[in-house]
């Protein structure tokens, strides 16, 4: 069985779907509101399973109803909860504004998130030596996901580092020890100080990261799909074309889908094209867990889009 670790966060998502930003000053009335469970860890490790891998979450709550509320939605979902600590501030909370073209702003309040501290890592090592994948985001402390590296390194466990939000400060000497590193163009921009505007330039600033060691350079282009850049070989492997309503947690599905389809033995570039598949289908839906599927689930919104098309 696919055997995957997600250390990361976990955020209450308040999404307003407006028809514009307010300019400063105005009030405006927004059409539509929806609560639901985020934060970009807790979206990749609620992907991995609802496909069906063994997931261990180590993350930390907050001392508050919604951390509560957080830790039964992880049991709903079959996510190991060994890894979870409560901490002594409130939760994490989003609050994110989907305009009508699908796009997003977010601002995310770390709360509990912040107590996820490389000493908390000590005490919950043993759920990152058995996985066949560790998967880290960027809305922790990037000090504990140095210490996670090191220990994975330890394990011999490969990693994936999403370095999602962009953090200027990011370690690049961590950053070429991990198997798997995927930003977005931005992202890719921020760590390298390099255009990211066309597919040659992202090359250009892939390679510079491949040859300070990073192994795979997994680059995600919206609804152009992703771009798989290693030493001697790169690819673009197309996105699927579907009606976005919301693309908010797109790039989590497509990761946490990534390291199901990985762990369970894939070759990176199937596990690109279903993770591809898997990340389109969760645009056609609101909100960021709400929109993953789980695999009976997607095989019949692929078929149902398949018919459409
Ligand atoms: P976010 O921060 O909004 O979660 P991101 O910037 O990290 O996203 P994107 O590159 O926007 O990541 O999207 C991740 C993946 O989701 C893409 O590689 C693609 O597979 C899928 N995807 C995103 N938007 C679309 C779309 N409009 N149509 C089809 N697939 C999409
Ligand atoms: O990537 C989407 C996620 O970013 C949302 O769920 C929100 O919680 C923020 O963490």
């Given at each position: 069985m696919a055997k995957v670790t997600v250390i990361g966060s976990n955020m209450i998502d308040l999404t307003t779907y407006v028809n514009r930003i307010p300019v400063e000053g105005e009030t405006i009335e927004a059409p539509e509101f929806?609560?639901?469970?985020?934060?970009?860890?807790?979206?990749?490790?609620?992907?991995?399973?609802?496909?069906?891998?063994?997931?261990?979450?180590i993350t930390t709550v907050g001392n508050d109803s919604f951390g509560n509320e957080q830790i039964?939605?992880?049991?709903?979902?079959?996510?190991?909860?060994?890894?979870?600590?409560?901490?002594?501030?409130?939760?994490?909370?989003?609050?994110?504004?989907?305009?009508p073209t699908s796009d997003n702003r977010i601002l995310i309040i770390k709360g509990a998130n912040k107590e996820l501290t490389p000493e908390v890592l000590d005490d919950k090592q043993y759920?990152?030596?058995d996985a066949g994948l560790l998967v880290l985001q960027q809305e922790i402390a990037l000090e504990t996901n140095y210490h996670a590296i090191d220990l994975a390194q330890q394990y011999g466990v490969p990693v994936l580092l999403n370095p999602a939000p962009a953090n200027d400060h990011l370690n690049i000497d961590y950053v070429s020890k991990v198997a798997f590193f995927t930003p977005n163009e931005t992202e890719l921009a921020t760590l390298t100080g390099m255009p990211t505007s066309n597919v040659e330039e992202i090359k250009s600033a892939a390679h510079y990261l491949i040859d300070r060691?990073?192994?795979?350079?997994?680059?995600?282009?919206?609804s152009k799909g992703a771009l798989w850049v290693t030493k001697d070989h790169d690819e673009i492997v197309p996105g699927m074309k579907v009606k976005a309503i919301?693309?908010?947690?797109?790039?989590?599905?497509?990761?946490?889908?990534?390291?199901?389809?990985?762990?369970?033995?894939?070759?990176?570039?199937?596990?690109?094209?279903?993770?591809?598949?898997?990340?389109?289908?969760?645009?056609?839906?609101?909100?960021?867990?709400?929109?993953?599927?789980?695999?009976?689930?997607?095989?019949?919104?692929l078929s149902d889009y398949a018919e459409k098309i």
């Open positions: 929806e609560m639901g469970f985020g934060g970009k860890g807790a979206n990749q490790a609620i992907a991995a399973a609802r496909l069906g891998s063994e997931v261990n979450f039964d939605n992880y049991k709903k979902n079959g996510i190991r909860t060994d890894g979870i600590s409560i901490g002594h501030q409130s939760s994490g909370v989003a609050p994110i504004f989907v305009d759920l990152i030596k060691g990073v192994g795979n350079l997994i680059i995600t282009l919206g919301d693309t908010t947690g797109a790039g989590d599905s497509f990761i946490g889908s990534f390291a199901h389809y990985y762990a369970a033995g894939e070759e990176i570039p199937l596990a690109l094209r279903h993770a591809n598949q898997y990340a389109a289908m969760t645009v056609t839906k609101k909100g960021t867990q709400k929109s993953y599927p789980n695999a009976e689930k997607l095989n019949t919104m």
